[in-house]
Nanobody, 117 residues
Framework: QVQLVESGGGLVQPGGSLRLSCVAS????????MGWYRQGPGKQRELVAT???????TYANSVKGRFTISRDNAKKTVYLQMNNLKPEDTAVYYC???????????WGQGTQVTVSS
């Protein structure tokens, strides 16, 4: 059974930092494209960042230069380092795993990030 478990969310002031983690189990982690998505209040879920099996990174324009995605295949963990957080970054952040050869997708349960003074 595949599980993705996120942690690291919380309340932070504007300009602050948080580091999200997503630990995977029940899957060949290194074979998956891993990503972070978010869904703000009243908004649709949107892509934040992805890292593929070769380490290629993609970012939403809104987070470029502030967020960094990384992965540790030995620990089956993907991270999202978020710096210079803004109120508009407030959302539930979801970990995503994609295995394209079989069109398989998995989601974590989400972790809340709130940026407010």
């Amino acid at each position: 059974q595949v599980q993705l478990v996120e942690s690291g969310g919380g309340l932070v002031q504007p300009g602050g930092s948080l580091r999200l983690s997503c630990v995977a189990s029940g899957m060949t982690f290194s074979a998956y494209v891993m990503g972070w998505y978010r869904q703000g209040p009243g908004k649709q879920r949107e892509l934040v960042a992805t890292i593929n099996t070769g380490g290629t990174l993609t970012y939403a324009n809104s987070v470029k230069g502030r967020f960094t995605i990384s992965r540790d295949n030995a620990k089956k963990t993907v991270y999202l380092q978020m710096n210079n957080l803004k109120p508009e970054d407030t959302a539930v952040y979801y970990c995503n795993a994609e295995y394209y050869p079989l069109s398989t997708t998995y989601w974590g349960q989400g972790t809340q990030v709130t940026v407010s003074s």
